[in-house]
Every structure is written in C-alpha cells, then in structure tokens.
C-alpha cells in the first residue's frame, strides 16, 4: 500500500525521480522508484517494530511540483524549509587513519600540510557562514581537524565571528597524546568535542577503523573532562559490527557522565567511503558486503531508525516511547532523548513522545538544545541533597535543574540519507549544513554519493 | 524530603479563595512532570484545595526548568 508520495534519485545516475513509500502487511516500509535508464530500486526505511504514522506524525508531504530540481541544484534555495542549526567546515583534506567507512572520504595521509587550505582563507569563510547562517554552531570537520596546530586559533576565530558554539569532529587521537593540545582548544573556546566512538571493545574499531582505538579514546575523553570541555560520542552503528554493543555504550556514557554530555548515534549510510561502494567517480574501493542482496556494496536489509530505537531501547533497558523527533528536522532524521543518570549509572527518562509538541521547532531552538545539552556547564557545588544520596524522585527546582545540569545524559541520532533512500521532503527540511567556498548544501545532498551501475 | 518555599505570603491571609470566600492557608502542593515531583509550600484553600501559584514562582523557577526541558 502506499502511504507517502515523494521524490528521491536514481541511485545510479542521480536524476531526480518520483518515489514512493510503500507499507507491506508486516509493517516493513520501503522506499520505490524507478529509474527509465537505469531500472527500479527500493531500499528498507522502516522495520515496523514502532508506530510509523505516530512517529512520522503525518507533516506536510511535497506539494505538486516541489522539489523538482533537488539536489542537483543546491546550495540552499527559497525552497528549503529549515535554517542552519549547525553548519559544518571541512578545515583539511588529511587524516591519521584509514577507516572502511567515512563520510568525507578525504585523503588518508597525516604528511603534507601544505595541501591545507590557509587560515587567512578559513577565516574568511568562518566570518561569511556565521553572518550568512544567523550564528550556528560551527562543525570543524575533515579529514581530521587536529591534524591542523592551528585549530585553537581557528575556534577563537569562530568565536569571535559569533558562532554561538564550536565544535570540533575527531577521531580523538591527538586529543589523547597531547594535553596541551586540548587545553589550548578549551582556552579558545572549542564547547563540544563531537568523537567518533563506534564501540566499548576494540575489535569493534579493529573492524571499522583499521586498529583497536578504546584506550585512545578514554584518555580523549578524561583529557577533554580535564579541560571542561564537552565530550558527545559518536558511534557509526553497522549491523553485524556493533549493533549488539548499544546498551554497553549507553552504560559507558553514564559512568563517564559529566566529561561525557550524550550519545549521537549515527546508522550507517551508504555514502562516501563503505566496503564495496563504487564512488561517483567509478573507482571501486574494495570489499563487498556478505548480506543477502546488494546493489554497489548496498544490503537490502538496511539498519533503520526504528530498529536502533527498539535495538537501544532493548540493550539499556528503557522503553522506545523515551524517543521524539525532531520538532525541527524531519521525524524520519533522527530522535532524542534525556535521562538523569542515578548512583550506580542507572538511567531516569526525561523524555516522552507523548510530550512531543506537533509544533514546527526553528533551527536556532534546535542550535540551542544541542548546545545545551552537549557543552560542559560551568562548575558549581552539588546541592546538600545530592551529596550522600539517591536521587529522589522527589526533589526541589534547585536540585532538579542542578541534576539536569550536572547529572543528566541526551543519547540522540541522525539518520544520514543515501542515493537509495534519498527523500527530498527530509532534503528540505534539514538543518545540518556544509559550507563549501561561499555555498551553502544540506548536509545529505553535499555528500551524496552514486553507486555504480550493475 | 524538606519542602523548599521560593516565595513568602505577606502577609498571611491576604489571598483569599474567590470560589469559596475564605482565606487561603500555608499547604503542601505538588508540581508534577513525568513521574518527577517538585514538592512546594503554597497557599492552599483548605475547604476546595485550589493552590495559588504566584507570579514570582510560574516566571522564575517554574519557567527555568520548563525551559531546561524544552524539546528539540
């Protein structure tokens, strides 16, 4: 049956086509379209374990003729929905591993810094996105941003073009070598530190990364407490890898809270570099997926929203309904959820989706929840009531707001979209933007990636 | 736990209840957000239970933790 008409893009040569979602009796909903050069696709986009149509909450879909010309024609146009909530800057093209999957898929050697673009020119580009994008909190990406000495001063330039907050996007290897180095980000202002944390056991990173990687991602994170500045993991969850190790990390989040703000989950997407994709400019890179069909490296069976929220919910020992979506970004593009974390790491739910508001949230209420709840707050004394005892599910405003504060953990996810389940009614309202030499793109339609024809 | 009062009635006796026409008396009451209580000391009607929430508290207290729990 189908329940959503939409648009998306031929997988293969990324025209613009009409697509559907269709539901079957199982509740399984895909994604349909077809292709006159290249043949009929369909990719999973929800498993059926939660409610669709309550999740989803029926919003607006594309009206006749919308979204016509997206993406080919992006940067940002008056068709686009959503402002910027946070706008991410890719500040080099060089890294210090090698990993299977990367979005940027950058040039994978730490050697050369003079292929960097110069800081004068970064400068430029920090003070035109804050004035163009009202402000955002500002993504410094790669590659691998701390390859850059220059980075503490790069975060003191967003700061003072106005950025409401910066963060920076790391493998976390030099955060855990160098001390000094964090320190000099802290004293420049860096509020979040966005680290990739894909699992609490090394063969997790062995698989995914190239070699075990847990250690070094401790001591980036007692490093970054250290400093005050925030640390929100970010776990790339590929079934089969680490798909059973989500309760693990929500307990390694709880007993590293406060140096540990929250958990960004981020389920695998098919784009930039994954095993066995072909890139948009035919090289293969290698590997193949050993899971049931596959178009360019692609499994048919996709790891979807709803199956990491019954997955999560399962592993922590929590119910789905603690999840809502965006009140910003389509429902489709992620959730969130807060808990207070009690003595011993057990975890309170502050969330609920019957709290959800159906209201339409702006991207600056969207900037200022994630930077709330991802930067470290200030140090303060621990109310007389906390100081010996349990948390009371009882307790006074002051305690409340101390504990939301100081005690409290957001585990949220963003759903990146690939050229099989593109849908331009999620492209339009998403608030998750590259910047790119004076243009502005979502961040799904700037990485967007085809897959070889079969 | 000890109830924390945010606010004094001064003096006390002055509100009065417009539905039942008596004075208003010190009383536990109970801000309630998921299975979270906020227990207070508010003025209270003795005889219908109304609870009277002064301006100070809704706009500061109350309005700072509704803020700190304002969805995405």
Known sequence: ?454 | MEEKNYYTIDPEGKLTCMKCGIPLIKGKAKFMYLDNGFPVELPVCPQCGFVYVPEELALGKVASVERALEDK
């Open chain 1, 1 to 454: 049956m189908i329940i959503r008409r939409t648009r998306s893009v031929c997988p293969v040569c990324l025209k613009n086509i009409p697509a559907v979602l269709e539901q079957e009796e199982n509740g399984r909903i895909y994604m349909s379209k077809t292709c006159a050069h290249h043949g009929s696709f369909r990719a999973l986009i929800w498993q059926g374990g939660m409610d669709f149509t309550a999740w989803s909450r029926g919003g607006a879909a594309l009206a006749e003729g919308q979204g016509l010309d997206c993406p080919g024609n992006c940067g940002l146009c008056g068709e686009h929905e959503s402002g910027s909530c946070c706008v991410l800057l890719e500040v080099t093209d060089r890294c210090n591993l090698h990993c299977r999957y990367c979005f940027a898929d950058p040039k994978c050697s730490a050697a050369d810094p003079s292929s960097d673009p110069a800081f004068e020119e970064l400068e430029g580009q920090i003070r035109d996105l804050a004035e163009r994008c009202g402000q955002p909190l500002l993504q410094l990406s790669g590659g691998e941003p701390t390859l850059r000495d220059d980075l503490p001063e790069l975060v003191r330039a967003a700061r003072s073009a106005g950025c409401s907050y910066v963060q920076v996007n790391t493998n976390g290897i030099r955060l855990a070598q160098d001390p000094g180095y964090v320190q000099a980000l802290a004293e420049a202002g860096l509020d979040i530190v966005f680290l990739q944390f894909d699992g609490t056991r090394d063969e997790i990173y062995e698989q995914l990364r190239g070699r075990a990687l847990l250690q070094e991602k401790i001591r980036a994170i007692e490093n970054c407490g250290r400093a005050g500045i925030g640390v929100t993991l970010v776990p790339t969850v590929v079934p089969g890898v680490n798909d059973r190790d989500l309760g693990d990390l929500v307990r390694f989040a709880a007993e590293h809270m406060p140096d540990v703000r929250g958990i960004h989950f981020q389920p695998v997407s098919y784009f930039g570099r994954i095993p066995g994709n072909r890139v948009a400019e035919g090289s293969v890179v290698g590997g193949s997926d050993p899971r049931g069909s596959t178009l360019g490296g692609i499994p048919e069976e996709r790891y979807t929203l709803d199956r990491l929220m019954t997955d999560l919910a399962e592993q922590a020992g929590f119910s789905t309904e603690v999840f809502q979506p965006s009140r910003c970004d389509h429902p489709l593009c992620g959730f969130h959820a807060q808990f207070l974390v009690r003595p011993g790491g057990r975890l309170k739910p502050l969330t609920n989706i019957s709290h959800s508001s159906p209201e339409r949230g702006t991207a600056r209420d969207n900037r200022e929840y994630v930077g709330r709840h991802w930067r470290r707050p200030e140090e303060e004394a621990a109310p007389a009531v906390l100081r010996d005892s349990e948390l009371s599910d009882e307790m006074d405003f002051d305690t409340f707001l101390y504990c939301l504060r100081h005690r409290s953990l957001t585990l949220s996810a963003m759903a990146f979209q690939d050229a099989m389940n593109l849908n331009i009614e999620r492209l339009h309202r998403c608030t998750l933007h590259v910047y790119d030499r004076g243009q502005i793109f979502p961040f799904c339609a700037k990485y967007l990636t085809a897959v070889a024809e079969i």
